[in-house]
């Protein structure tokens, strides 16, 4: 069964602490990987993709295949990060599997 | 601005009391999804359609249906809502490759009564 895990439902940390949101996944064949975010009050949206290797607002996520894990890391969090975070792959039946969320809070 | 649009954005029903929640986008995405999220808890699929196709999730009650006139329009009916069914309604669309991210609708939000 395909399936995401996010072991923190909740993860708090003070300002310019390093933050990572755990994610791991079982998943049939070789799933894109995503990380979704919800700021309060506004629509779920993309915040990086694995085959983009990019770096938004700071996060970084490494693929790793042997663990099937894929964390999001940054190393200062700011409080502008606050929201929910869903980790989710997809794969060729263009569906996300979305995980069950991180809402992680960031103390001033 | 391209987008994803949901009308309404809060519905009242009354239990048992047929119910159209409605999308529209101006993406020309051929994929359109539907799903359901409850008080702090993931978006769950309900169904999608690629292009005409429908795709309905093992677990979506017969309760749900969809319809997608053409495009940019998508539809979801909920027959005899159940205060079970009470929840945020996403819509989002994407392109059909699997690496194409999927733009949501800021969702509507469903109460019955």
């Known amino acids: 069964a395909q399936r995401v895990t996010q072991p923190e439902k909740l993860l708090s940390v003070f300002k310019g602490a390093p933050v990572e949101l755990k994610c791991n996944y079982s998943?049939?064949?070789?799933?894109?990987l995503f990380w979704y975010v919800q700021y309060s009050r506004q629509r779920l949206q993309l915040l990086l993709r694995h085959i983009s290797r990019e770096s938004i607002k700071g996060f970084t996520a490494d693929l790793n295949k042997g663990e099937t894990s894929f964390h999001l890391k940054k190393p200062f969090a700011q409080e502008e990060d606050s929201a929910m975070y869903y980790c989710?792959?997809?794969?060729?039946?263009?569906?996300?599997?979305f995980g069950t969320g991180t809402l992680l809070a960031v103390q001033p | 601005d391209a987008m994803v649009i949901q009308n309404p954005r809060y519905q009242v029903t009354q239990f048992g009391k047929p119910v159209t929640l409605s999308c529209s986008q101006t993406?020309?995405?051929?994929?359109m999804y539907w799903y359901q999220q409850k008080s702090s808890q993931a978006p769950k699929l309900l169904f999608h359609y690629y292009d005409k196709d429908f795709n309905n999730e093992a677990d979506t009650p017969d309760n749900f249906q969809s319809r997608r006139p053409n495009t940019s329009f998508c539809f979801l009916d909920i027959r005899s809502p159940g205060l079970g069914d009470a929840a945020m309604y996403l819509c989002a669309t994407s392109g059909d490759s699997a690496y194409n991210e999927q733009f949501f609708g800021p969702g509507t939000r469903l109460t019955v009564l």
């Open positions: 993406l020309n995405h051929n994929v």
């Open positions: 989710a792959p997809r794969g060729a039946t263009n569906k996300l599997i």
């Open positions: 998943y049939s064949g070789s799933p894109e």
